[in-house]
């Protein structure tokens, strides 16, 4: 089994800064991962898919980078809309599709 | 598009409960649908998945034997169907639609299952 690991497990930032994200993988997984934001009491919401690719409709300022085990989530300029709980999930194996342990993204 | 989960509660340990997510707003018939299940203050896990089809199905080994994922495409359905409960499968339980094989871009709202005696 993949295990997906989020580094840090909360980030203090302020709007209008810049926030990095780490998700690492317990082997090589290509570029087949993919990041969500969940808000409270609210599902999760696909952000960034194959490790770069924006989904439909989320903002430029959500940007990911990577590959093989060592993937980034950018947040360029945040937005108070922003701080939420992120998590990483990968595809390359087709079960079980493992999710990272989540990283909050809190206001300072 | 819109996913609505129903049939979640209280429920005791060793009985049964059966999940419902009826789809609209896409062909139903045309995507693979999954299970994803969020245990109180925890993160996010994979349960099970079901081609477009239903032809191909796989399970979280934990569930294996215990849970049976089927669906209903004439009424844009998706079940779940949740034997011998334990309390470590307490969770809100998503739908969510498969994109781009095994990536989810829809999400219900969540149905919440408490397995407690």
């Known amino acids: 089994e993949i295990v997906l690991t989020q580094s840090p497990a909360t980030l203090s930032l302020s709007p209008g800064e810049r926030a990095t994200l780490s998700c690492r993988a317990s082997q090589s997984i290509s570029d087949y991962l993919a990041w969500y934001q969940q808000k409270p009491g609210q599902a999760p919401r696909l952000l960034i898919y194959d490790a770069s690719t924006r989904a439909t409709g989320i903002p430029a300022r959500f940007s990911g980078s990577g590959s093989e085990t060592d993937f980034t989530l950018t947040i360029s300029s945040l937005e108070p809309e922003d701080f939420a709980l992120y998590y990483c999930q990968q595809r390359f194996n087709r079960a079980p599709h493992s999710f990272g342990q989540g990283a909050r993204l809190e206001i300072k | ?117």
Not at chain 2, 22 to 33: D, I, K, L, N
Not at chain 2, 34 to 51: F, S
Not at chain 2, 74 to 80: D, G, N, S
Not at chain 2, 81 to 93: C, F, G, K
Request: hydrophobic share 40%; glycine share 12%.
């Open chain 2, 1 to 117: 598009v819109q996913l609505v989960e129903s049939g979640g509660g209280v429920v005791q340990p060793g009985r049964s409960m059966r999940l419902a997510c009826v789809a609209s707003g896409f062909t139903f018939g045309s995507y693979g649908m999954h299970w994803v299940r969020q245990a109180p203050g925890k993160g996010l896990e994979w349960v099970a998945y079901i081609w477009f089809d239903g032809s191909n199905i796989k399970y979280l080994e934990s569930v294996r034997g215990r849970f049976t994922i089927s669906r209903d495409n004439a009424k844009k359905t998706l079940y779940l169907q949740m034997n011998s409960l334990r309390a470590e499968d307490t969770a809100v339980y998503y739908c969510a639609r498969e994109f781009e094989e095994f990536y989810f871009d829809y999400w219900g709202q969540g149905t919440l299952v408490t397995v407690s005696s």
